[in-house]
Nanobody, 122 residues
Framework: QVQLVESGGGLVQAGDSLRLSCIIS????????MGWFRQAPGKEREFVAA????????VYGDSVKGRFTISRENGKNTVYLQMNSLKPEDTGVYYC???????????????WGQGTQVTVSS
């Protein structure tokens, strides 16, 4: 059974940085595309970033381009989300996800973590 566990969330001020981590267990990590989504209160879950199995290709949501960076270490079964220049509108629960289908919607991914809260104060 595949399990994903996120960590690294917290309360920061606008302009600060955070790095989220997600460890996957249960299957070969390199078999999966990895992604991050987020959900703010009262809003739908939003695509943040995704990275290919090899790490050679990354894709970002428009609202985070230039500020966030997704990366992976296949030897550590871990994917990261480096978040810089954080804004209050980045507040939400961040979910790590893994899958093997094309696309960047929720249905493109099969496995989800429990989420980690990120709160950015103004």
């Amino acid at each position: 059974q595949v399990q994903l566990v996120e960590s690294g969330g917290g309360l920061v001020q606008a302009g600060d940085s955070l790095r989220l981590s997600c460890i996957i267990s249960g299957r070969t990590f390199s078999s999966y595309r990895m992604g991050w989504f987020r959900q703010a209160p009262g809003k739908e879950r939003e695509f943040v970033a995704a990275i290919s199995k090899t790490g050679m290709t990354t894709v970002y949501g428009d609202s985070v381009k230039g500020r966030f960076t997704i990366s992976r270490e296949n030897g550590k079964n871990t994917v990261y989300l480096q978040m810089n220049s954080l804004k209050p509108e980045d507040t939400g629960v961040y979910y790590c996800t893994a899958g093997d289908r094309p696309g960047y919607t929720q249905t493109s991914f099969d496995y989800w973590g429990q989420g980690t809260q990120v709160t950015v104060s103004s």
